[in-house]
């Protein structure tokens, strides 16, 4: 579809829906609520500003019979499109000027350009669940004062025998022989391989049986 023609389109079907058809409609209504650029060019029928006045004055000046403007405004911007450089400031310049939508809506079969689609809200992206709070770290409950407790004798507090006799041993000194057997008692012989280990040995360092 020309530009003209989709622009008239779009104005046409604006007034339409604002009952205005039937009156006589302010230049600035045109360039304000039914035909404003940012919707024209959202219907790609134009690309900038100037290209836009460019076509608003090609409608006040009659072109295509869709409008019927003041003789005054009609006049002035059909002088300007004879110019090879023509003022645009002269469809503004006649805001307050009127006029009446005289052609019907484009002939059948003609594509019809939508009115500025309203643009359908945005749901809000659901914001994360908080992270879980760690669990708390217990604090060990203080322990309570408690007496000392008398170390729990051990074997090593009772009379020692003698590994060879197991005859008692005295234990108010320091023993090496016994002296019922004579047996050395800081070392005894391997049951298994007859190694000789310490008496305090629990395993034969030799061949690892217990002693």
């Known amino acids: ?12 079907r604006a007034a339409q829906t604002a009952g205005a058809t039937a009156r006589p409609i302010a230049v600035q209504e045109i360039l304000d609520t039914h035909a404003p650029y940012r919707q024209v060019r959202a219907h790609a029928i134009v690309d900038t500003n100037d290209d836009y006045l460019l076509l608003v004055m090609r409608l006040l000046a009659g ?5 019927d ?11 300007e499109l004879a110019s090879p450089n023509p003022d645009l400031f002269v469809v503004r310049s006649h805001g307050h000027a009127t006029v009446r939508i005289t052609g019907a809506l484009p002939r059948a079969g003609a594509p019809a350009v939508p009115l500025a689609p ?3 809200p945005v749901a809000p992206t659901p914001a994360a669940p908080p992270a879980p709070a760690p669990a708390p770290i217990p604090t060990p409950a203080p322990m309570a004062d408690t007496p000392e407790q008398s170390p729990i004798p051990s074997d090593a507090d009772d009379d020692p025998n003698c590994i060879g006799c197991a005859h008692p041993l005295p234990n108010d000194r320091d023993i090496r022989f016994c002296p019922w057997c004579g047996v050395d008692q800081t070392t005894k012989q391997c049951p298994g391989c007859g190694s000789e280990v310490k008496a305090t040995w629990r395993f034969c360092v030799t061949c690892g049986r217990p002693t």
């Not at 579809?1 to 046409?12: H, R, V």
């Open 118 to 120: 309203v643009a359908a």
């Open 1 to 12: 579809m020309p530009s003209l023609d989709a622009l008239s389109d779009l104005l046409i």
């Open 69 to 79: 403007a003041e003789p005054a405004v009609r006049t002035a911007c059909a002088t």
């Open 63 to 67: 072109e295509g019979g869709y409008v």
